[in-house]
């Protein structure tokens, strides 16, 4: 009877050690797992939990805990989610290229601040001044002269861009307003027919082919302009008929100011508001002056 129940005791004691942890390791809880969101161990038959001080099966099994898949946080995914693409990237550096170089900045904005305080200082009151005693009419009528008489600026341009169809429209215009429009007093180009002006000038012309700004440059009285666009100012002067029709440099200089007072006149407090807009009216400015220039030479 011993040696039978010795022989029922043997089977039984092979399986416990065969079941059982190896010797100096300590024993896992049974039924428990990794939590792959938490890290912890979770015991499924008592449903209580073991804190990361407790070595869960992976640490005591020697595998790496780390190879077990762990989706990623909401916030990484929300990131990658609103990352931008590459073509997005490249859009925004070169928009962020897109400006021009400006080396004589300390000298522009000595001019800059000059050119600010001759317009609040002089060339507002006169503009002002001048808005109360004459009429809106009369002031349009003035600048619909000038702009007439500066025709040969834009037909020239629009030939060396090899834009014909402007070149013929400039022409239509300068016959009609000439004639009908009581020496370019009225514009019965544009109102009656539709036609509206070039805005087209020698700075223009070498935009178009090829020349780029190189830099920029704040003249005294003159303004914004660009070392290319100074080159095409000087161009202009010279298919401007003002400069062979008026003989005298003072009789000169006086019509010229005329002309920018009652230009001024139409368009108070554009520049007021432009600088209220603005933290660095300098930067705004010069800017805003390269975008415009690119913006005609590309869509002309």
């Known amino acids: 009877m011993r040696t039978s129940f010795r022989w029922l005791l043997l ?18 809880p049974i039924g428990s797992s990794l939590d792959p969101f938490g890290g912890t161990s979770i015991n499924r038959r008592s449903g209580s939990t073991l804190s990361k001080s407790q070595p869960s099966v992976w640490e005591v099994e020697g595998l790496d805990s780390s190879a077990c898949y762990q989706p990623p946080d909401l916030p990484v995914l929300v990131a990658q989610s609103s990352k931008p693409s590459l073509k997005e990237e490249e859009l925004e550096l070169e928009e962020k290229l ?4 400006d080396p004589l900045e300390p000298v522009n904005r000595i001019f800059f601040h000059v050119n600010d305080k001759l317009y609040f200082w002089a060339l507002k009151p006169l503009a002002s001044g001048y808005n109360a005693v004459v009429p809106e009419d009369l002031r349009l009528g003035v600048k619909n002269f000038f702009s007439n008489l500066t025709t040969p600026i834009r037909l020239v341009n ?19 307003n000439s004639t009908l429009g009581l020496g370019g007093f009225l514009d019965p180009a544009k109102t009656e027919l539709r036609i509206e002006k070039r805005d087209e000038d020698f700075g223009q ?8 700004p190189a830099f920029y440059i704040e003249w005294p009285i003159l303004g914004a302009s660009s070392l290319r666009d100074t080159f095409g ?15 005298s440099a ?11 007072v009652n230009e001024t006149s139409l368009r108070i407090g554009e520049y007021e508001d432009f600088k209220k807009s603005t933290l660095d009216p300098y930067i705004a400015k010069r800017e805003a002056y390269h975008q415009n220039r690119k913006h005609k030479i590309k869509n002309r």
């Open 11 to 28: 089977p039984a004691l092979w399986l416990l050690i065969l079941s059982g942890p190896a010797l100096g390791e300590p024993a896992a």
């Open 98 to 101: 897109d400006t021009i170089a």
């Open 158 to 176: 629009c030939l060396l861009q090899a834009n014909f169809k402007g070149a013929g429209n400039e022409t239509i215009r300068l016959l009609l």
């Open 205 to 212: 012309t070498l935009g178009f082919w090829g020349i780029g």
């Open 233 to 247: 100012y000087a161009g202009d002067l010279l298919l401007d008929p003002k400069t062979y029709l008026i003989q």
């Open 250 to 260: 003072p009789v000169g200089l006086a019509i010229r100011t005329y002309d920018q």
